[in-house]
Nanobody, 124 residues
Framework: QVRLVESGGGLVQAGGSLRLSCAAS????????MGWFRQAPGKEREFVASISWSGGTTYYAESVKGRFTISRDNAKNTVYLQMNNLKPEDTAVYYC?????????????????WGQGTQVTVSS
């Protein structure tokens, strides 16, 4: 059983930056594809970014491409989401997730474990 704990959310003005962290425990972190998703009030959960085991392959939603960067440190069992040039429409609860698979996953059903989420609020 893998446990994921997100941190780093908060309130930021438009144009600002935040870095989210997701610490994993209880499994072999380096064997999981990791992803970030978000859910805004009244909306469905949506894919944000995913990263391969080694960190060599990443994939982003079009809405965040060029502004967000996903990375991982397998020695620290942690995945990160650096968010720059934040916009009010980025306001959501952000979740990290782990998938027992060999390929990048962009749908929530493909993930096996989820964190509890961290709130990101971007003011205009």
């Amino acid at each position: 059983q893998v446990r994921l704990v997100e941190s780093g959310g908060g309130l930021v003005q438009a144009g600002g930056s935040l870095r989210l962290s997701c610490a994993a425990s209880g499994g072999t972190f380096s064997s999981y594809v990791m992803g970030w998703f978000r859910q805004a009030p009244g909306k469905e959960r949506e894919f944000v970014a995913s990263i391969s085991w080694s960190g060599g392959t990443t994939y982003y939603a079009e809405s965040v491409k060029g502004r967000f960067t996903i990375s991982r440190d397998n020695a620290k069992n942690t995945v990160y989401l650096q968010m720059n040039n934040l916009k009010p429409e980025d306001t959501a609860v952000y979740y990290c997730a782990a998938a027992r698979t060999h390929t990048i996953v962009v749908v929530g059903l493909g993930y096996n474990y989820w964190g509890q989420g961290t709130q990101v609020t971007v003011s205009s």
